[in-house]
């Protein structure tokens, strides 16, 4: 793989109906390791991401990971790509903590005991191995925050994506689950209106009615961005 | 079987669930066929054994199996009333108890010690001679969802009713099922979204 096709890139890319464009004209090269995503509500910000794993497709232009075409090669773009939502209740999947880590492993030609090892990897990993037989449903916020991003690094991707990771968090495990973000080895990004969650970031984009405003380092993008509100 | 799995390594933990299964379903012909109250009796004694084995505490069987005492509790007269109160009366009265007792305490004990992951993969194994025309898979994701969606849906009627409450709304079933439907409508498309994003999208 060449050098330049590494990295996410957005070639032109736009989205939604004439009257009502959701992003207009998107360009953009990530390659940075820590990367922070703000914006006011609907300004287009959970649509960029949702882009960089193939859930949204772009009305016109391209999106590419680590040279993968998103719109026609989704499948394998998504195991590059580990994505965290909002609200983890819509993640989990089966009934048991453990069980839900081991679901990310199903239909990858893992034997059964090497899905079990990895699953109580993943559990020591993220403090979970005392919650491994709890319904998973009945779990806190936070533990249930911690559980998607358990079984979304099981797998293994190169590339984690969140939305609003920490916004149905209290302070506490705000901190927690964004410490856990950044500690991990993979290219971050993070869509947040947090904007303590993006203190050591590489840089910041800021999305407005559908374009990018402002793109640079933390201290510079986000006082355009506190600009804006004013 | 949402949050009824009890942690354990037990000779009936470790068993395959289809055996399990299996036997399970021996045991109800059996048990629906006996006909002598002492032989119930002693299916009683292997049940409780089969319990103590399973390292199940009476204050985790009990929520299993309380339920169906207060069924009997009903039915067990009414039994006797329709026999005319007889001695043959108050026998298949008490066989009926019996029976019932053994087979909901059996079923439960499957219950208490099977993951809903075994349960899936005995699913699987059931349908693999069908696999030319069933996907196994996707019939186990089915059922996995359709588990998964009980405290969810629930969850959403608990809201929206507090919600109601909190306006003080006195609603007909329709102002409820309306925002219930809708909303898990809404969470339907959130966690097709979240499985698409697990490599879950074909």
Sequence with gaps: MSVSAAGIRFEAVSHGFDDQPVLRGIDLH????????????????????????????????????????????????????????TNPDNQIVMPTVQEDVAFTLRRRGLTPDEIEARTIEALERFGLTALADRPAHRLSGGQKQLLALAAV?????????????????????????????????????VVTHDLEVLDGFDRVIVIDEGRVVADDAPSVALSAYLALLS | MIGLYRPGTSLLHRAPALLKLGLLAVAMVVVGLVADPLVLAGELVVVVALYAVAGIPPPAAWPQIGPILWILVFAVPVQVLVAGGSVEGWT???LMAGRLLVAVALAALFTLTTTVTAVLEAFQLLLRPFRRWVDADRVGLLVALAIRCIPLVAEIVHEVLDARRARGAQGSLVALAVPVVVRSLYAADAIGEALAARGLDD
């Design chain 2, 92 to 94: 298949t009265a008490g």
């Design chain 1, 30 to 85: 990530l390659t940075e390791r820590r990367i922070g995503i703000v914006g006011a509500n609907g300004s287009g910000k959970s649509t960029l991401a949702r882009m960089i794993n193939g859930l949204v497709t772009p009305t016109s232009g391209t999106v590419t990971v680590n040279g993968l075409d998103v719109r026609r090669q989704a499948k394998l773009v998504r195991r590059e790509v580990g994505f965290i939502f």
């Design chain 1, 153 to 189: 690094l099981v797998a293994g991707p190169s590339i984690v994506v969140a939305d609003e990771p920490t916004t149905l968090l209290d302070a506490r495990n705000t901190r927690l689950i964004t410490g856990l973000l950044v500690s991990l080895t993979q290219q971050v990004i």
